[in-house]
């Protein structure tokens, strides 16, 4: 089960995933979701970790900036995610997974891991990957990376109460 707690004005989820394998995950997440992860893999969406391939930060900043600009917010600058490719990927503090339908993007995020937690620290997807469930599959690989990693926690982040379908989403894993 996640775990829901509203701190002041944001909402915080975190889920325990230790000793959860794959299999145990394409269990827990329920029918809806895993009809879900199905349809995306059917329309030949795949999931790609690709931190270290060369342009891996312009390619997410790409897709950011057309979600942000989407959603009528600013993008961070390109030199921010440059900046925190360099100073996370030689850890391993960092990586970026993409949804890839052939060879482009149409979903990526960027999972950030501190201690025993994987954190899923920024979003993106085009309208193309919404249509084809590419969230979904992303967030299933996310979580499935994390646990295989052996990690104990995987962090949804925090956002505003008034982000309903955001936290509808998350909340259904």
């Known amino acids: 089960t996640s775990d829901l707690a509203r701190r002041d004005h944001w909402v915080h989820s975190r889920m325990p995933i230790t000793d ?3 299999d145990a995950l394409w269990e827990r ?12 893999r059917k329309s030949g969406l795949i999931a790609v970790c690709t931190t270290s ?23 961070f600058p390109l030199r921010f995610f440059t900046l925190m490719f360099e100073a996370l990927a030689s850890s391993g503090g960092i990586e970026l997974m993409e949804i890839r339908n ?3 993007p149409c979903a990526a995020t960027l999972l ?6 994987c954190i899923y620290g920024y979003s ?12 979904d599959l992303m967030l ?9 990693r052996k990690l104990s926690w995987f962090d949804f982040g925090s956002d505003s ?6 936290l509808f989403f998350k909340s259904k894993w």
């Open 20 to 22: 959860l394998t794959r």
């Open 29 to 40: 997440i329920g029918n809806k979701n895993r009809n879900m992860v199905r349809q995306a």
């Open 53 to 75: 391939e060369p342009g891996a930060a312009e390619r997410w900043h790409a897709l950011h900036a057309q979600t942000q600009h989407r959603l009528g917010v600013p993008p």
């Open 102 to 104: 052939r060879t482009a």
């Open 112 to 117: 950030l891991f501190h201690r025993d937690t």
């Open 124 to 135: 993106a997807s085009s309208v193309e990957g919404q249509r084809l469930r590419a969230n």
């Open 140 to 148: 299933f690989e996310a979580i499935a990376l994390a646990a295989e």
């Open 161 to 166: 109460p008034s982000q309903q379908s955001l």
